[in-house]
């Protein structure tokens, strides 16, 4: 859900490495097996010319892999990583796919989805060295008010589940970061970067290789505790063994293609973007196009429907406590959460996702919302505050909200 940041927590690679010759690579790389092979005596792992990985040789080589990652996982499990496992640096066909969705546009205005797809699908362009992924989930379902009730309220602010309590990106790369030192204390010095959400990589595809889940219909990583669930990944010059893939359990299920209220899903494992309350409410800056506008209904800030109805996550486990709702945010009046201005916005949002999003598009969403919900005089007050906000876009979208409840109010009842 980010655009590319390059992470200052990475040790031994630097940033540079990124865009280095041909030549430097090779020396790099054998400089990371070095690491690895002098760090655990007989484990080897290879990468290839055409940028495989080599399959690793000896018994010996398996037998220390396969304790070290056991004790890496349990390491995981210590630091409150729900589940933790191990994939190949290599994405197949995912990467195809990826192309697909692109020429199709599904990506709309994340131009940086398209402008760093050659690094996602190459994990050693991104970080030359790396052999393996080193995947971790970290749960965030939350003890908050439930969320029927508040999505049924058009008096109310809906807003997602992962986005009520404390930024993930930095909870995960914390936490993945302290996984890398305890990983350190095992092996001895290794190459690595630890991401969450941060820079150009298939979190999902990494999850689904290293057996933590399978991929939904609805996209995302989906297991039998639910979908809840942050991802993370440490690349790593580490040869590791891999993990199996678990198997799909979809089934005939397509309750979240039916429950998507703006027909997101276009297919099975299809998102597009353009049309997904989440990319229109947080990661799309301009206005948001009006024959969606009435199916986003109280969703200020993402959006959780596809999970809500999934079987699974009726399994789920409560999330780490970072994430619990902050200053009520769970079940807060839409026209109270309207009348901040961005000194209260950036006060209150200090340390949530939710700030990365700025005050005007907070203003654009909830106008939205305000035009979706029931005409009451405290709306309409609400509303009328901002008909003279400086910015177009806003006013534009406050506009439409007065014209939409003016509607109703005439309507017969
Ligand atoms: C871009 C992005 C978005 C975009 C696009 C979403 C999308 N589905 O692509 C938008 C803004 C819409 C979005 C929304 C959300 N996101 Co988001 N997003 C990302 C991001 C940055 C990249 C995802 C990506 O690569 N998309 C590109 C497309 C091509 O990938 P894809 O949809 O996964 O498509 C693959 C498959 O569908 C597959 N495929 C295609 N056809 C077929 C056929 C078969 C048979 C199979 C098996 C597979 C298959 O091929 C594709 C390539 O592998 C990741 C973080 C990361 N770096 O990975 C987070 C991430 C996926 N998002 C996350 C979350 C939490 C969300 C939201 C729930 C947030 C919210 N509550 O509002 C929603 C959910 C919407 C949804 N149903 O996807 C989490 C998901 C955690 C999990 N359990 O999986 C991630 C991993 C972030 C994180 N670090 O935790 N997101
Ligand atoms: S997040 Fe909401 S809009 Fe996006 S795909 Fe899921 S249900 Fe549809
Ligand atoms: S709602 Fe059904 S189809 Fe969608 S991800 Fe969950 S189990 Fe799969």
């Known amino acids: ?27 790099l790389q054998a400089r990371a ?11 080897v792992g290879k990468i290839e010319k055409d940028g495989t990985i080599g399959a690793m040789h000896n018994q010996n080589s ?17 630091l409150g990583f729900s589940a933790v496992g191990i994939a190949r640096a290599q994405i197949g066909i995912a990467g195809e796919r990826l192309r697909q969705w692109l020429a199709m546009g599904c990506h709309g205005s994340m131009d940086y989805m398209a402008r760093h797809a050659d690094l996602r699908c190459n994990p050693q362009a991104l970080l030359p060295g790396t052999l393996t992924v080193v995947s971790a989930a970290l749960d965030y379902k939350p003890a908050a008010a439930d969320p029927e009730s508040v999505l049924a309220d058009g008096t109310l602010a809906y807003i997602s589940r992962y986005a009520l309590g404390r930024d993930y990106h930095k909870t995960v790369r914390q936490r993945l970061q302290k996984l890398a030192g305890a990983i350190e204390e095992l092996a001895g010095p290794f190459g690595y970067r630890v991401f969450s959400d941060s820079a150009p990589v298939m979190e999902v595809e990494f999850a689904r290789q290293a057996g933590l889940g399978w991929r939904g219909k609805h996209t995302l ?30 089934g005939q299920c397509e309750a979240c293609l039916t429950a998507c209220p703006t027909a997101a899903i276009t297919a099975p494992y299809r998102v597009d973007a353009r049309r997904c309350i989440s990319y229109l409410t ?16 109280n969703r200020i800030y993402g959006c959780d429907d596809c999970q809500l109805c ?49 005050h005007r598009r907070w203003l654009r969403n909830i106008a939205v919302a305000l035009g979706n919900g029931p005409a009451t005089e405290e709306s309409r007050r609400a509303l009328a505050l901002r008909t003279d906000y400086p910015d177009t876009m806003v006013r534009e979208h406050v506009v439409w909200a007065l014209a939409r409840l003016e509607a109703r109010a005439k309507r017969p009842t």
């Open 1 to 27: 859900m980010q655009p590319v940041q390059q992470g200052a927590n990475q040790r031994r690679f630097s940033c540079a490495q990124i865009t280095l010759q041909p030549d430097h690579r090779s020396r």
């Open 33 to 43: 097996q070095r690491f690895a092979e002098g760090a655990r005596g007989s484990l």
């Open 62 to 78: 398996s037998r220390k892999g396969a304790e070290l990652a056991r004790a890496i996982k349990a390491r995981g499990h210590d």
């Open 221 to 250: 990583l989906l297991s039998r505790q639910g979908s809840w669930r942050f991802l993370g990944d440490i690349y790593t010059n580490l040869p590791l063994p891999p993990d199996e893939p678990t198997s799909q359990h979809c």
């Open 282 to 297: 947080i990661e799309h800056d301009g206005p948001i196009p009006e024959p969606l506008r009435p199916f986003i209904g």
């Open 310 to 358: 999934c079987p699974w996550n009726r399994f789920a486990s409560l999330g780490d406590p970072d994430f619990a709702p902050r200053n009520g945010l769970d079940a807060l009046p839409l026209a109270e959460l309207f009348a901040w201005q961005e000194d209260v916005f950036s006060l209150r949002l200090a340390g949530s996702p939710i700030r990365r999003i700025g």
